[in-house]
Nanobody, 128 residues
Framework: QVQLIESGGGLVQAGGSLRLSCAAS????????MAWFRQAPGKEREFVSA????????YYADSVKGRFTISRDNAKNTVYLQMNSLKPEDTALYFC?????????????????????WGHGTQVTVSS
């Protein structure tokens, strides 16, 4: 069992940066693959980025490639999402998620149903 608490959201102007953090409880954090999803008002939850536990392989949605960077610090039980060059369309509630499962294939770690543990989210608002 793991509990996830996000922080770091806020209001930023377009072109600005934010760094989200997700602190996890539990001693087995390093065994979890971790991800960020986001949900804008009236829209479905969408995948943003993920990082595996074994190889540290990273995955990104096309909409954030080259702008966002996911990383993890297993000693601190924390996963980060560095967001640069933010756009108004990045405005959403950002969720941290974790799973112990192992996935392969083109959709590995990109579906919300692949994750067992979720935080409550942190709001990111990008003004134009």
């Amino acid at each position: 069992q793991v509990q996830l608490i996000e922080s770091g959201g806020g209001l930023v102007q377009a072109g600005g940066s934010l760094r989200l953090s997700c602190a996890a409880s539990g001693r087995t954090f390093s065994s979890y693959a971790m991800a960020w999803f986001r949900q804008a008002p009236g829209k479905e939850r969408e995948f943003v980025s993920a990082i595996t536990f074994r190889s540290g392989r990273t995955y990104y949605a096309d909409s954030v490639k080259g702008r966002f960077t996911i990383s993890r610090d297993n000693a601190k039980n924390t996963v980060y999402l560095q967001m640069n060059s933010l756009k108004p369309e990045d405005t959403a509630l950002y969720f941290c998620a974790g799973t112990l499962s192992y996935y392969r294939g083109s959709t590995a770690y990109t579906g919300s149903s692949q994750y067992d543990y979720w935080g409550h989210g942190t709001q990111v608002t990008v003004s134009s």
